[in-house]
């Protein structure tokens, strides 16, 4: 299958060219803790990990509950907030990409549809909506190196394809339809811009012709702080702020150019799948714990000294949800 080449110019006049069991304790362990600490805004936290969709009620749950299977290895999902959807894209790589609607309340089908000209997927890599769902944008491959690809939901057309995705991040929308995504400049072989965090508004995406798009550089990584790469993008709903994983921390940082980034975590775990309150104030995330398995925790939306962060801890600002879970990274926080 035949795609456009790929481009990105910055907003600096830089042209890039981009290349591209859940058991409630473990044995020994302590109970699960419930429920969240005071202040902590209640709603529903939507998560996923190993093949399955789980979900923790803020007020109430004591556990996560697992609410959805799915093929994991060759599917991508994504949360349309203002739609209280799940969308699950699958590939089997010899028919179509499919992505099926799910209703988060009741976790019932609510449609499906094919994605065009993907019969040749082999991988699928990350999905995420507009905030209104009006567009939905997703990378993949086909034996080569991976793409991102924008359709219009209403009518299932392709509007954009192109931006080699090299860093192999996740990315999200703003409110304002601009899409922030992470890239790997070691092309560039500059050892003080390996890497860089980039926002492309739609419109530049749509008016695109050969892939090539303009953007405007929000943060830059030299060599030692790319390391393996910035993943685990998540905004907050006003969308001012970003979350992000580097070097196994989370960091957040103001969504402007140049915004100081914060350092929020830090410890021997790895700390990843994060989101943010509704409010903004807090922030869920997962952090590796004992065999293979994950904690979950809520922190405050901080910037004083990294918390840190160790298998059990739950020192008052580092409040434990539960140990040793399924649960891999999270997709929401609903009020």
Not at 9 to 16: D, P, R, V, W, Y
Not at 101 to 122: C, H, N, Q, R
Not at 254 to 278: C, E, R, Y
Request: proline share 6%; net charge negative.
């Amino acid at each position: 299958m035949h795609r456009s080449p790929l481009k990105l110019i910055s907003a600096f006049a830089l042209t890039l060219v981009l290349a591209a069991c859940s058991t409630p304790q473990g044995d020994g362990g302590p109970p699960p803790r419930g429920g969240s600490p005071a202040g902590t805004p209640h709603g529903l936290l939507v998560a996923a990990g190993t093949g399955y969709i789980h979900t923790f009620t803020l007020l109430t749950g004591t556990e996560w509950s697992e609410r959805l299977s799915y093929a994991a290895p060759w599917s991508t999902v994504a949360v349309i907030d203002s739609r209280n959807e799940l969308l699950i894209a699958n590939t089997s790589g010899a028919e179509p990409v499919s992505v099926e609607v799910y209703d988060i309340d009741t976790f019932g089908l609510k449609g499906a549809f094919e994605w065009p000209d993907s019969t040749s997927m082999t991988t699928l890599y990350a999905l995420a909506a507009t905030r209104g769902g009006d567009y939905l944008a997703i990378t993949m491959s086909a034996l080569g190196p991976g793409f991102l690809e924008i359709i219009e939901t209403a009518t299932g057309s392709i509007v954009y394809t192109g931006l080699d995705i090299a860093a192999g991040s996740n990315f999200v929308w703003t409110p304002d339809d601009d899409l922030i995504v992470a890239v790997n400049l070691s092309y560039e072989d500059n050892p003080d811009r390996w890497g860089a965090i980039v926002s492309f508004p739609l419109a530049n995406l749509l008016a695109s012709t050969d892939g090539a798009v303009e953007g405007t550089l929000l943060a830059t990584f030299t060599r030692a702080e790319w390391d393996v790469g910035v993943n685990g993008l998540a905004l907050s709903a006003d969308g001012s702020e970003l979350v992000f994983e580097r070097a196994s921390d989370l960091w957040v940082m103001d969504l402007v150019p140049d915004a100081p980034q914060h350092q929020l975590t830090t410890g021997p775990t790895n700390n990843h799948g994060a989101v943010f309150s509704p409010s903004g104030t807090h922030i869920a995330f997962a952090s590796g714990g004992r065999y293979g398995l994950d904690e979950t925790y809520v922190i405050p939306n901080h910037r004083t000294a990294p918390l840190f962060i160790d298998y059990l801890q739950d020192a008052g600002d580092e409040f434990l949800l539960e140990a040793d879970t399924l649960v891999d990274y999270s997709l929401a926080w609903l009020p």
